[in-house]
């Protein structure tokens, strides 16, 4: 059922830009325009704007959940009359899910960098899922070369190990690291978290709820383990179109490295280049979002719905 024909039956609040914006009330802009500059890396057009009309109310109601959940961990840590870890803390892990190009690296970077600016100043860490896929060679040998970002090229099992010991106040705990620039896991290196205060983990996959298990055995979703999450959505055309221009940007600069995965990407014209991204997205990415990330959609707290310019149009925020 689309949830837009009848809001009264929806599991969500529904926001337009300009009342989403107003719930920002007097939060400052903790970011100068220089921090912004830098987050924007590959992005050049994420704007001021969009920072304080919709990823700071985002940030203020994160606040409050993060400040009610410590809260209610320290209530039960009293009754119970101990703590689970020394500290007496458990990180909050936020999701991030959506379609490949539809933001969720950029997203998930300004949401770091406002979330640590908190007046508390907590500890904010940012892994990502691909660095949970099976490297190329396992891949290639099972036949899942197009398969990339499904959720049989990832390691699930150690994805739920990962969230496991983070849970666990383990420190540090290390998530595997992925290269864009390689197409591939890095053997030797970690991404090393150490007990933060808040967690994001972004990727794909964040929402699926995988295969029933064969042996009967139950296992935990990687959404589970999060205390909130958020997915960022667009119509298929839009999404189509940032991964055919990210490619193309991409082609001009990190493509053009003999050492890039990509390198005879770069000696395309520019409208073969344009063709083989088409190519790619509608034999991997496209299936991928139709098949298993649309339909984790409404698994999310937190819808943002972004339009054709990458300006966040609707939110639509789970009742309670
Ligand atoms: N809020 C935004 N404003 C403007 N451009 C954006 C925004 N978010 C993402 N983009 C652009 O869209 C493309 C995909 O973004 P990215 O964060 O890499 O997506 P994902 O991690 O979902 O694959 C990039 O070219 C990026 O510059
Ligand atoms: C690496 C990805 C699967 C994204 O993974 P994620 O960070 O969302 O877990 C994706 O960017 C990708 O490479 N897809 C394969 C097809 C392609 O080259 O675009």
New binding site residues.
Partial sequence: MDQRLDPGLSPYRHFGRQAWAQLREDTPMPLRQEEIARL????????LR?VEEIYLPLSRLLSLYVGATQKLFRAMSHFLDHHSNDEGKMPYIIGVA?????????????LEALLARWPNTPKVSLV?TDGFLLPNAVLEREGLMEKKGFPESYDLSLLLRFLTDIKAGRRPVKAPLYSHFFYDVMPDQVVEVDRPDILIV?GLNVLQTGRPPRDGKAIPFVSDFFDFSVY?DAEEDVLEH??V??FM?LRETAFKDPLSYFHRYSKLSEEEARETALSIWHRINLPNLRENILPTRQRADLILR?SG????EEVQLRKL
Avoid: M, P
Avoid at 40 to 47: A, R
Avoid at 98 to 110: E, F, I, L, P, Q
Avoid at 309 to 312: K, L, P, R, T, Y
């Fill in positions: 924007q890396g590959l992005n050049d057009l994420l704007s969009e959506g379609s490949v190009a539809v933001g969720k690296s950029t997203t998930a970077r300004v990502t972004e960022i940032w991964y221009q990210r940007r972004k310019d990458h300006e966040v």
